[in-house]
């Protein structure tokens, strides 16, 4: 056997008692969440505590966000303390990203607060 986790089937649960219902019937070994097609950051912490509750881990990862919300989804992901990599390097998929300090380095993702801020005249028509 190998553990299960549970991704898409979160998305559209956004009552506490389906959410209930789904970690207690399932029983997943994890939960990938998505913030942005979980409620934010607020409905993927209630996730997560529900998760915790049952044992069930949690794995945090993005949705093609820009990286204006990698940076957020990234900043809210270090605040838990996650004990396993989490799956935040999205940005590098897009051609035509805003810049912001964020860079993989090796394994982590870093945050370098002392660059500049990005330039979002280049997207004004």
Not at 13 to 25: D, F, G, M, S, V
Not at 99 to 123: A, M
Request: contains cysteine; glycine residues 8%.
């Amino acid at each position: 056997p190998f553990p299960i986790a549970l991704d898409e089937e979160l998305i559209g649960i956004n009552t506490i008692a389906h959410k209930i219902e789904l970690l207690e019937t399932i029983r997943p070994q994890y939960i990938i969440l998505k913030p942005s097609l979980h409620g934010g950051i607020q409905g993927a912490t209630e996730w997560i505590k529900l998760a915790k509750e049952r044992g069930i881990g949690s794995w945090v990862t993005s949705a093609l966000e820009s990286n204006i919300g990698l940076n957020a989804i990234a900043q809210w992901c270090a605040t838990l303390s996650p004990d396993i990599p989490q799956g935040l390097g999205t940005g590098m998929l897009f051609t035509d990203n805003i810049d912001y300090p964020l860079h993989i380095q090796g394994d982590c993702l870093w945050f370098h607060p002392e660059e500049k801020d990005p330039d979002f005249n280049k997207f004004l028509l």
